[in-house]
């Protein structure tokens, strides 16, 4: 099955799917969209900061790594096989994993019909600002970058964060412990496999879907 989490910076996202990854039963393949723009960042020569502003400047980058993850995800459900995964640094590999675990700010747009949980992590601007400079991080460029990619996804998508509605589960993370939230998610999962009735989409209608991220789609992963 396919999970998403998704969450402003320093919301929890990467310590909640950390501990998904060893939690829910079966193989995971756990894909992090900011591990490839961060990893792109660094080949740029640039901070997050540097390379945020970089990218909305050149929208190609940003737009190439959402084709890459919907391409990840159309592939492990088995209705895309135009792009190569061999490059991707992910044990397991996606196409052989039980479940898929998506993580990235627009996770759960990139995935659409194709989720099963779709999971979006909350935190007040101020206690952000708090993990960052806990974590030797400049609270307000962590501010910044998030408003330059609230921006971006506007621009580039017509996306706004702000809407929720996509979503399965939307959590506080100021409320409870990432062990907490780890555990309300796998429960989900475990539901969701346990009374899957058929009603998700079926094969054909998710094959014949029109999503704006397919056309972004490239021949080739880069990560």
Not at 7 to 28: A, M, N
Not at 115 to 130: E, F, T
Not at 180 to 203: C, N, P, Q, R, Y
Request: aromatic fraction near 8%; include cysteine.
């Amino acid at each position: 099955m396919i999970i998403t989490v998704s969450g402003l910076p320093k919301s929890g996202t990467s310590s909640v799917c950390e501990q998904l990854t060893g939690t829910i039963d079966g193989t995971v393949a756990y894909v992090n969209g900011g591990d490839i723009f961060r990893h792109r960042a660094q080949v740029a020569g640039m901070d997050l900061g540097e390379f945020s502003k970089h990218v909305n400047q050149n929208p190609d980058i940003d737009r190439e790594i959402d084709g890459t993850l919907r391409a990840i995800i159309r592939a492990y459900g088995g209705y895309d096989h135009r792009v190569g995964l061999d490059d991707l640094p992910v044990e397991p590999g996606p196409l052989e994993a039980d479940h898929l675990l998506v993580e990235s700010r627009l996770a759960g747009w990139i995935a659409d019909e194709y989720a099963d949980v779709s999971v979006w992590l909350d935190a007040s601007r101020a206690l952000r600002q708090q993990r960052a400079q806990d974590g030797d991080e400049d609270p307000d460029a962590v501010i910044e970058r998030a408003w330059d990619e609230r921006m971006r996804y506007d621009w580039f998508y017509g996306i706004d964060l702000d809407e929720t509605e996509i979503y399965d589960l939307l959590i506080n993370t100021a409320k409870w412990s990432p062990g907490m939230i780890v555990a309300t998610i796998d429960s989900l999962v475990h539901d969701f496999k346990k009374h899957d009735d058929g009603t998700v989409a079926d094969e054909q209608s998710l094959s014949d879907t029109n999503n704006q991220f397919d056309d972004l789609i490239p021949d080739h992963v880069y990560c």
